[in-house]
């Protein structure tokens, strides 16, 4: 008599279940992987000065969520014993990062901050001794896994942006996976050619079809995903001072800004007090894609 196959268990995929396979890609194509690796190790000492400014981030929650960084963050599912724990992959400096902690605690909401970094930058070392910022990791976030479900991720010019695109998918979807019910995540992909970085001739989908897929994808899994479209114009639209001294001195500015491609050279002195709308590099930026992400089971 022939015996009975006993029922298969699926496997939950979870963030781990995402880890193994991100890791398993990485060592299949891992002098490729080094070699891309290789030209982020100096990007983030760039961004850590030019971009980390918090009315950037603010922006880019009001067009992804409708409302601004604090107003979607004081809103989440919380618990009276634990803190609001928020995880920022490619923090730069902590500059914005140390400014949330500091904008919710006056809100009387408590938080625990991680800042995920690829290299060892000064700041970060500095603000976690200080206590304004509580985690600092430092190493390849493709490989990190949250040991504790978090509530907020942010990654606008991470690991997620900056990875091989064959990693991508799995590396997004662990760090999904490792949101609480309820946690958001947002991501910025300045992508100008599409979200897979494929040019536009060897594409086989359009862009707007392959976003569309990527929220299929998370709706299939228990997320509400949403991609919204951001044009150079968001970087020309703030209110604040364009350029912080407590983020970058102007002698880098001016610099950073030449390298962009300006036509005009700007003159140091005449920095200080610029808005960004007054600020017209345009050459200078890409549009982007900011996707959201809610997880609801």
Partial sequence: MKRKNAPKTKRKKGSAYYAERVKRKINERKQAFLSHLQPKLGQESLWRQFSKNYFFYDKCFKIGFGRSLLDVLKKLPKSKRQPLRIMEDGAGNGNCLASIKERLAKLGISTETTALSLTALPELAEKKQTGTIDNVLVGLAEGFVPKKPVDVIISLNGSIHTTMPHIKKDHLLKFAHSLKKGGIMLIRFAEPK????????????????????????????????????????????????????????????????????????????????????????KQAVNPAFILTVRRVK
Avoid at 196 to 202: A, Q
Avoid at 220 to 228: C, M, N
Avoid at 229 to 240: C, E, N, W
């Fill in 194 to 281: 599409g979200l897979s970085r494929e040019p536009n001739e060897n594409r086989r989908i359009s862009v707007l079809n392959e976003a569309r897929g990527i929220e299929r994808a998370f709706d299939k899994r228990g997320f509400e995903a949403k991609f919204h479209y951001v044009p150079k114009s968001l970087y020309l639209d703030f209110d604040g001072p364009a350029l912080r001294t407590d983020y970058i001195s102007f002698d880098e500015v001016g610099q950073k800004l030449s390298d962009h491609g300006l036509k005009e050279a700007v003159k140091i002195e005449q920095l200080k007090n610029l808005t960004f709308k007054q600020l017209a590099f």
